[in-house]
């Protein structure tokens, strides 16, 4: 039986988490042994992992940079200690600690997944951004394989050359579109899920990348033209909810702008929206997305948002804004609120149902040990 060791941070409640998950159940039932390796404890989808094997580094709690580096030495005993006949890098931001704890014929048996873009530019970032592509350049030349989750990762002029030589494939990310339609018909813990005035549905972190900010904005635009209200599915950092509120209170919409943070289930809440709104201003592949797809929920999403052009098959399946326009994205939610111009996702979610993508892990793993 072989083992197939997964690395990441923490089992949060992120796309790289989920598809970590579902890539480990998927192997076990292929006849492999799969470990989640995680340096912390916990996170929002721990509990979600039933009998899969769970191997927590610990340490001491630090920013999420710092855990990683300083783990390095007992992920390479871990790995060691397990005999992984394969380690995959379920993320970027796991990718230097692989690779740092790799070498000789463990690292010819690793693969990383590329699981955001490398391009995203802009204000303070560039140092930061300079330094995550020359250890993305690193990676690339090291690794065994490469999984990329979006042709636009395969257009990077750092991973381009690796998709040539076939050491790296796009893998896009997929939605186990019967799973998410069941447990969208589960009962909503909202009280608005209920109510018949229209709901705009962002779901992710509160964070930067996720640009709710500017979703507030085109959400106060879109309200003086016809009743509506805001939910925001997502965990964050007090001071970012904090501004986020603020901001409601000054555009003068905060009675019909609700943040309930982090929910057990959120199919009902894609669901009962009459608009799923991605405002990222950058991606991988947006699961959210496809996830919204699978309710069958009219979208309108960021054409910055990772693959989110070629998922809406570049706008006919969804409706694309500017990220940085909140005019663009008041005009894109009021036109897919209105029966007459709304654009509906039909059966769309069924090309990325997560099977495929399963199997093309299978297959890579395979390949690599044999």
Known sequence: MPTIAIFLHQLDA???ARNAIAIARHMEGAGWRAVLVTVRDGGELAGTVGGLR???LGG???PRKMELRLAIGRLRRTLLGLKA?????AGNHAHFAVLAATSGELRRRTVYR???DLAHTGGGLRAWISRRRAVARMVARRAARLVLVSDNLARDPILAPHVASGKARVIGNGVE???VRARALEPGDHPW???DVPIVLGVGRLVRQKNFAVLLDAFAQSHQVRPMRLIVVGAGKPDVRAALEAQARALGVSEDVSLPGQVANPYPYFQAASVMALPSLWEGSPNVLLEALACETPVVASHSAGNAAAILDQGRYGVLADPRSAEAFARGILAQMDPATC?????????FDRSVSLAAYQALFEELLA
């Open 177 to 179: 579109v019967a799973q």
């Open 14 to 16: 992120t796309g790289v």
């Open 114 to 116: 590329f699981s955001n």
């Open 193 to 195: 899920l209920a109510d």
């Open 60 to 62: 001491r709690r630090l």
């Open 85 to 89: 006949d394969v380690v995959l890098s």
């Open 343 to 351: 654009i509906k996702p039909g059966q769309r979610a069924e090309a």
């Open 54 to 56: 769970h191997e927590v």
